[in-house]
């Protein structure tokens, strides 16, 4: 029976990845925090404030997340801090479809069935993105333990 081994890419471009990835997460908190604020965008509620503690925390786990990789990244550790990642922005949707802090004016229905049907996605998508980290923790530890 053949061996099948991961191919990651090489450390230097994974490290640019996570630098970028820093980098967008950075711009995002200050985007939404500072400039402009979500505050201005017109299409945002003042319900916007019941989500933002949860997306603000998956930008922060995913910043850290990715810092962290910058120093280190074994798979073992990747997809420990990427199922950290994903379960935080997984309440971060399930918050968002719960208060649903948009208003579009009159294009409201079109755009409310976008966004729900986009953070569905995001919801079963999160839901299969833990499965796999949780397969591919076991199956490191398992190789680990060998």
Same mark, same amino acid.
């Given at each position: ?18 630098? %970028?990835?820093?980098?967008? $997460?950075? *711009? ?14 017109? %299409? ?15 930008? /922060?786990?995913?910043?850290?997340? $990715?810092?962290?990789?910058?120093? &280190? ?32 004016? $009159?294009?409201?229905? &079109? ?6 049907? *986009?953070?569905?996605?995001? %919801?079963?998508?999160? /839901? ?19």
């Amino acid at each position: 029976m053949l061996k099948q081994t991961r191919r990651r890419p090489s450390s230097a471009t994974r490290r640019t990845g996570y630098a %970028f990835a820093i980098l967008i $997460n950075v *711009a995002v908190l200050y985007a939404i925090h500072y400039w402009p604020g979500w505050q201005r965008a017109p %299409f945002l509620t003042s319900a916007t404030t019941q989500v933002l503690g949860w997306v603000t925390a998956a930008l /922060i786990a995913g910043l850290a997340a $990715n810092a962290v990789y910058l120093g &280190a990244d074994p798979p073992w550790l990747k997809s420990l801090g990427d199922l950290v990642i994903t379960g935080i922005g997984f309440v971060a949707i399930i918050r968002v479809w719960q208060v649903f802090p948009f208003d579009f004016g $009159n294009a409201s229905a &079109a755009w409310e069935v976008i966004l729900r049907v *986009a953070l569905a996605i995001g %919801f079963f998508g999160s /839901i299969a993105a833990m499965i796999v980290q949780v397969v591919v923790l076991m199956a490191d530890g398992s190789r680990v333990r060998r």
